[in-house]
């Protein structure tokens, strides 16, 4: 699904009651750096998109739960026969677990994954009528939705922006550049929160995404060839 919209460069500003106690970041003292950091990755990424194939808003959600501790090609490669079985809500339901897992045996911890799949859609008929609910609150009611699931869904699905996408590619660049130091996503999305505007939300994670698997990998990140690196702490701390 591609969004292209304008982006609004100019950072919000924050107040003392912003700054977090508990860490030692002084985000109010760098936001020249991030404003230019997210428009060099705006010129670079210019096209956003979610890399699940899906085409409704409750296959986006089964899928984005099948992503937990899997890549998107083997999501991408196992959800088309199961949504050809198995596309709503009502549909899912009628399938047992151990024919469920069978099919999402290759997106790992099938047996959890296919328990909150069931659970979920049941909610969803009982409580939702079997549509997507539109808000962070509604969403992580739902068995094995978190934070992360719910902002895929709301951003990608409806354009709504309340809360920020946290996976490993975010997490670990968030602390190359000195966005925060913690490792726990929630409280990482916090330290993001404060310093990325609302409606750069959705793309940002998108385009963070995007930076870590082509220059900034885990094991092995592309300094010399990265846009970034006059503006990134992480190179001159491996030195």
Same mark, same amino acid.
């Given at each position: 699904m591609? !969004?292209?919209?304008? %982006?609004?460069?100019?950072l919000k500003?924050? @107040?003392?009651?912003?700054k977090?106690?508990?860490? @030692?970041?002084?985000?109010? /003292?760098d936001l020249?750096?991030?404003e230019?950091?997210?428009s +060099? +990755? ?8 979610c890399?699940l *194939? ?15 501790q899997?890549?998107?090609i ?5 959800t088309?026969? +199961?949504?050809t079985i ?6 899912? %339901?009628?399938? @047992?677990?151990?024919?469920?897992e069978?099919?999402? $045996?290759a997106t790992?911890?099938?047996s959890?994954?296919?328990?909150n799949?069931?659970a ?9 009528? #079997?549509?997507?609910? !539109? @808000? ?7 068995? #094995? %939705? ?5 902002? %895929?869904v709301?951003?990608?699905a409806f ?10 590619? *975010?997490?670990r ?7 925060? $130091? ?8 916090q ?11 959705i793309?940002? /994670? $998108? !385009?963070?995404i995007? $930076? #870590?698997?082509?220059l900034?990998?885990? !094991?092995k990140?592309?300094?010399?060839n990265?846009?970034? *690196?006059?503006?990134?702490?992480y190179? /001159?701390?491996?030195?």
């Open positions: 591609n !969004r292209k919209k304008s %982006v609004d460069l100019k500003s924050h @107040s003392d009651s912003c977090s106690s508990n860490t @030692s970041l002084n985000i109010n /003292s020249e750096r991030t230019r950091i997210l +060099l +990755l705006v010129s670079h990424y210019q096209t956003t998109e890399a *194939v899906f085409d409704t808003p409750y296959q986006l959600l089964v899928a984005t739960i099948l992503s937990a899997c890549t998107d083997m999501v991408n490669k196992t088309p026969a +199961l949504f198995a596309p709503t809500p009502g549909k899912m %339901v009628k399938l @047992s677990q151990s024919k469920l069978t099919i999402i $045996h790992g911890f099938y959890n994954k296919a328990r799949i069931l979920m859609s049941r909610l969803l008929l009982d409580q939702f009528n #079997g549509e997507i609910p !539109r @808000s962070m609150a509604e969403l992580i009611q739902l068995p #094995g %939705v978190g934070r992360k699931t719910a902002s %895929v709301l951003g990608v354009g709504i922006s309340e809360g920020i996408v946290v996976d490993t590619h *975010v997490g660049i968030s602390r190359r550049l000195g966005w925060t $130091h913690w490792d726990d996503a929630t409280k990482i999305e330290d993001l929160m404060k310093i990325i505007p609302q409606d750069q939300w793309d940002f /994670s $998108h !385009r963070i995007h $930076h #870590g698997r082509t900034c990998n885990a !094991r990140p592309d300094c010399a990265c846009f970034l *690196v006059e503006l990134c702490p190179p /001159s701390s491996i030195q």
